[in-house]
């Protein structure tokens, strides 16, 4: 099946500095998604990408679809202690008919900001 | 509050017994997800739902039944589990399936303890 290496696996850094994560995969994705959890919590969706090539920001965040569908990052600027929590990775595999739904996940990048 | 509620946020059950986990989604959504996370490992989908239909996609244990009665519910019918079933289940629900919409807002998980 699909995996996705998701790096690093985790990170701890100062306040003020800009943190980037990315995961990569054997196989092609349609759908890019990022996503944060904090600690009893559902994951909250940070950045969707659905073309190849395409760079999204949602504030401080920045995302990239790689141009082979095979890989994403994700970039925090001047980090800030709300900042910590769980960032995971997701691709979207859907075929053109609907029924053949992949959605995979990375193993999250856990994110420590010391203050 | 992502729009997305999930009942009940604990249970503990023995292996013999049979309970349901629901959820429900206030955003006129069109498709829902349940999700299981285990520590350490990946978020893993287990059944998608899309207007109402069962979208087939990854293997689950036949111990785990869903229901979707219509697009703002869904259950979860849990039925002679194992001790590694003890997860965070987590429930999702999108506008679409693909494409954008299909970001997904998840509700806060049930903590199940199988013992």
């Known amino acids: 099946g699909q995996q996705l290496n998701q790096s690093p696996q985790s990170m701890f850094i100062q306040e003020g500095e800009d943190v980037s994560m990315n995961c990569t995969s054997s196989s092609i994705f349609n759908t890019w998604l990022w996503y944060k959890q904090d600690p009893g919590e559902g994951p909250v969706l940070l950045i969707a990408?659905?073309?190849?090539?395409e760079l999204t920001s949602n504030g401080r965040l920045t995302a990239q679809f790689g141009i082979t569908r095979k890989d994403s990052f994700l970039n925090i600027s001047a980090s800030i202690p709300s900042d910590v929590g769980i960032y995971f990775c997701?691709?979207?595999?859907?075929?053109?008919?609907?029924?053949?739904?992949?959605?995979?996940f990375g193993k999250g990048t856990l994110l420590t900001v010391n203050p | 509050e992502t729009g997305v509620t999930q009942t009940p946020r604990h249970l503990v059950m023995g292996m013999t017994n049979k309970k349901s986990l629901k959820c429900e989604q206030h955003?006129?959504?069109?498709?829902m997800y349940w999700y299981k996370q285990s520590a350490k490992k990946p978020l893993e989908l287990m059944f998608v739902y899309s207007l109402e239909e069962r979208v087939e996609n990854n293997s689950v244990p036949s111990r785990f039944s869903p229901e979707c009665p219509n697009s703002s519910h869904l259950f979860l019918h849990l039925h002679t589990l194992q001790p590694e079933d003890s997860a965070l289940y987590l429930c999702?629900?999108?506008?679409?399936?693909?494409?954008?919409?299909?970001?997904?807002?998840f509700g806060p998980g049930t903590r199940l303890t199988v013992l």
């Open positions: 955003l006129g959504h069109n498709a």
């Open positions: 997701a691709g979207l595999l859907l075929n053109s008919g609907g029924s053949n739904y992949k959605l995979t």
């Open positions: 999702a629900s999108s506008q679409k399936l693909a494409g954008e919409g299909n970001e997904q807002f």
């Open positions: 990408l659905y073309k190849a090539g």
